[in-house]
């Protein structure tokens, strides 16, 4: 999918007022320099979540959620990065690049238009072939169910498509482009669905993408999708969200399956919110769409071996998409059972009255994580705690980590550790605090609030990593600096853009949100940032010669860790080395 330009977003974001936007769907109360409000993203009775219109970038100090216009429409509205781009450019008034992808790009046009064509044309070739009719009604489906998936049939000729809709090197083009034919090595082409019945795949705004085929001949492989295109990313793609979304809406719950005709035939039953994974097992992008379209998740799988399997491996992507608000449950069908042949041998409420045993995710993980491990072994027993611990890490929600982690604890039979009660406090923004900020987090806040000022350029910024291990505000620091020596105008506007996509978008959001800004007048900021340059650049002096020493002492390059001496080889390059 083409992207909107960086200046483009850069000009959205200018334009855009997010105390506005913001305020809008959530009230805000000034307070200080910034806005305030109960948060959107977790419950709560006082208000953490802080909005700054100078940054025009809004933070939540108890669930740490933190972005720009663009991430809050994307986390609030849940729209998608260019629905989130077009929203924001059409409240200001900025006309969409031509290209843009929501807008319909221009090359794409005929491809969707060719698109189009092929799947009205194998839709009509469903009533000449009594095979593919056969097939269908043999698999229950009605023919409202099958007009409204648009299910048609593509004979079993290499030369079909070109015969009805031509065939001069223009149109061939598209065709390819399309993925409807594949061409041989003499340019030639032949149509990729032969003797299939067809399933149109569309996306969520209904738009053709790629098709899938069921081979009725016994032809290999019984399955078939459009490769990959222009059009078709099948990790973007959720076969049946188009006609489903009605019907999430109104269950607040979205179910996937694993195939078309699951999809279909519990469309038929009534269970109208089932989507399905295309062409491949579920990806990150396919949780995050299931999840833009509802808060409660449903995955649901065979009870066999391999859908244990494509569970298992569904639920590692889980923690990240685990925010609060949402629900992400498993759900095991009976062996040797899927959801088309239980509903069309027990019924449609048959497959309803299973949805309540559908698992929590993490209960899943957790249990699964114990069947591969042996608890009475004291070793396979540390094992697991390692990974249920970096599993639970990964967890958004902070409530729902803490729950799981008691959990662990339960199952291993540890004692509860006393500090887990600690970290509930939220932590309000303070002037005073008991302990002055560290040298590099107050570089850090100074640059983040004052990115034009020429002293930055004299930090030592290729020392730092000589630092990464004594403070990890370095690595942020690093970052940031790194960011700001790629921008062509110094704003803090802009830097705060570019950090927002970068991993050091939290730390820096939460530095220059504690921030109290008091008055500050021009020279002497100068004058504080100079001087805390200055102090960085000492102490990257300092532990550059320490590690210099070192290496001299302990016999050279061999007594370094592999990342030092990578450094080492780095610096020297670059002519650092010879005036150590
Ligand atoms: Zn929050």
Redesign the pocket.
Known sequence: MANFSPAFIDAVLEHSDLVRLIDSRVPLKKKGKDFWAC?P??Q?KSP??SVSADKQIYY?F????HGNAIGFLMAHDRLSFPEAVKTLAEEAGIALPEDSPTGDQEDLRPLRAILEKAVALYQSMFSEYPPAQEYLRGRGLDVDTIARFELGYAPPAAQFLSQKLGNDASLRRQLLGAGLVSSRDDGSVYDRFRGRVIFPIRDGRGQAVGLGGRSLDGHEPKYLNSPESALYHKGRVLYGLHQAKEGVRRAGRVLLVEGYLDVITLHQVGIDYAVAASGTALGDSQLEMLFRVAAEVLLCFDGDNAGRNAAWRAVQMAPEHLREGRLLRVLFLPDGEDPDSLVRRHGAAAFESLLPAARPAIDFFLEELQRRHNLAAEDEKALFLHAARDFLKRVSDPILREVYEQRVQDICGLATVTRRAAPRVVRKPSLNASQGPSLYKTALRLLLNHPEDPAWQTLDRDLLPFLFDSDPTVKNLAGALDILANMTHLSSHELFAKLSVSEHAEVCYALVMTDAGGVEDGASMQLEISGCVARVNQRLAAARSHFISRAADQGGLSALSEQERAEMVRLSRRGRWKDV
């Open positions: 948060c993203f977790h709560e953490s979540f939540c108890g669930c740490h959620a």
